[in-house]
Every structure is written in C-alpha cells, then in structure tokens.
C-alpha cells in the first residue's frame, strides 16, 4: 500500500493506511500493511481515501494515473455507471426497433421508404416492404458505434432527409453515376457521349457523403437536381447569375 509518485519536481512516497502503531523496536506498523483482492471488492462513499490512493497513486490500477504499464493487479468497474449505459442504449435499440418494425408505434412506409433512400440504399421502390425493413436495421447495424444514434437524428431531419431521398432518387433514375476508377459524380448523358463529370471525390471520402456535402455547397447544383427529377430541362433565367427554377429545394 505504498507508492511512489511521479510529479513535476521530481517524485513522492505516498502511503494508504487507516491505521498506524509503533512497535517494540520503535518502527511504525501500518494498517493495512497490503491489499488483498479475491474477485471483487465493493468501495462505498466512505471508501474515498482509498479510492483516491488507488486511482492517483497505485501503480497496479489499470488505467490509473500512476499505472506503471506492466503489472495489472485490479481496475475499477463502474457497475452503476454501466448499468446506466447498457439501459439508455437498450431503450435507443427498443425505439429503434419500434419505429422500424412496429405496426402500431412504427414510421409509414413512406417514411420508412424515403428513410432508406437517405441512407443511399438502392432501388428501394423495387423493395417490398419487409425487405426495406431489414434493409435500414442492416445499415444501422454496420455502424456500431453510432449507427442507433443516428438513425434516430435521422428520423427527425426533415431536410436532411428529403435531400438525401433526392440524391438516392437522381442515382436510381440513372441522371447521375458514380464512376468507382475515377473517383468521380458525373452526369449521365445521351446513349453514345461522354457522361458529364461535375465532382471528384477524395481518395478516403465516402462517395455518398461528399454528394451530399456537394449539394449542400452548391446552390446550382441543387437545382439541376430538382429540374431533372422533375424531367425539366435546365434553363439560367435570362439576365441572372445562377439559374433559376420554378421551385428550389429546401
């Protein structure tokens, strides 16, 4: 229950006793003289010196601030602080699960379908229901860490959403193509022609997002987004700068 310490100046002996005595010959006994752990051991709001001494000065805590990086002998486990976290994340995976699944608490399926189409999954109209279902739960899953975090964000980003939906939907109607070699979003044009690069992505982006990321920079881009979904053909007003459309995207 002693340790030496590092510190700015150079180093310190600390010590954890509760109790000390002076023996016959004259030398000063500590109490408890070491720690003897066997599985678990419960440290309460009355343990806090010891608490202290193993999390600042103990060089067998793994993780603690003087853990000499070799020899682990005990770590902390936060059982409430666990609990907290398992149980916020078990509800965020029951509404998860609900808003996908659930007939009576559940997204419509129009909603459920745009949602897929914001997550840049493929011919979701050609998807019956169930399978575009499984579909969203697949790719939340993909993202362990923030996957159930996200879709719930998700749900509630109407803008986001219907851009994203739009971008999904320009790509399934072929009006415009990622090509993997070039790293490169590009206009599909008449059977015969080159199509039409207007964005290269960087080497790690993922391609999806830097559309996304494009259409949000780019005011004119979006626009010929919304003329082309529309089939409308993409024609600058007379005498302005950027083109304008009947109707612009949100």
């Known amino acids: 229950m002693s340790a030496t310490?590092?510190?700015k100046?150079?180093?310190?002996?600390?010590?954890y006793a509760?109790?000390?005595?002076?023996?016959?010959?004259?030398?000063?006994?500590w109490s408890p003289y070491n720690l003897i752990l066997r599985g678990t051991r419960l440290l309460l709001d009355t343990?806090?010196?010891?608490?202290?001494?193993?999390?600042?000065?103990?060089?067998?805590?793994e993780g603690g601030d003087n853990f000499n990086g070799k020899v682990s002998k005990c770590i902390f486990e936060d059982l409430v602080g666990d609990a907290f976290k398992k149980?916020?994340?078990?509800?965020?995976?029951?509404?998860?699960?609900?808003?996908?699944?659930?007939?009576?608490?559940?997204?419509?399926?129009?909603?459920?379908?745009k949602i897929a189409k914001a997550y840049f999954i493929t011919d979701v109209d050609e998807l019956s229901l169930p399978q575009v279902k499984l579909a969203v739960e697949s790719v939340i899953n993909t993202d362990k860490r923030?996957?159930?975090?996200?879709f719930l964000k998700l749900v509630d980003a109407k803008q986001a959403l219907d851009v994203r939906?739009?971008?999904?939907?320009?790509?399934?109607?072929?009006?415009?193509?990622?090509?993997?070699?070039?790293?490169?979003?590009?206009w599909v044009t008449e059977?015969?022609?080159?199509?039409?690069?207007?964005?290269?992505?960087?080497?790690?982006?993922?391609?999806?997002?830097?559309l996304y990321a494009y259409y949000l920079g780019n005011r004119k881009f979006a626009q010929e987004i919304a003329a082309a979904l529309k089939g409308q053909s993409f024609v600058p007003a007379e005498g302005a700068e950027e083109p304008v459309l009947d109707a612009t995207p949100e």
Not at 194 to 208: T, V, W
């Open 5 to 7: 310490v590092k510190t």
């Open 9 to 15: 100046t150079g180093t310190e002996s600390w010590r």
């Open 18 to 29: 509760e109790n000390k005595i002076t023996g016959t010959d004259g030398r000063t006994i």
């Open 47 to 61: 343990d806090i010196e010891l608490v202290y001494w193993l999390q600042y000065c103990c060089p067998f805590l």
């Open 87 to 113: 149980a916020k994340k078990e509800e965020a995976l029951a509404d998860v699960k609900a808003l996908i699944y659930s007939t009576k608490l559940g997204l419509g399926e129009d909603r459920l379908r």
């Open 146 to 150: 923030e996957g159930i975090s996200k």
């Open 165 to 186: 939906a739009s971008l999904q939907q320009a790509v399934d109607e072929k009006i415009i193509i990622y090509t993997v070699p070039k790293k490169t979003w590009a």
């Open 191 to 210: 059977h015969g022609k080159k199509n039409l690069p207007f964005a290269e992505i960087g080497a790690s982006k993922d391609p999806y997002e830097a």
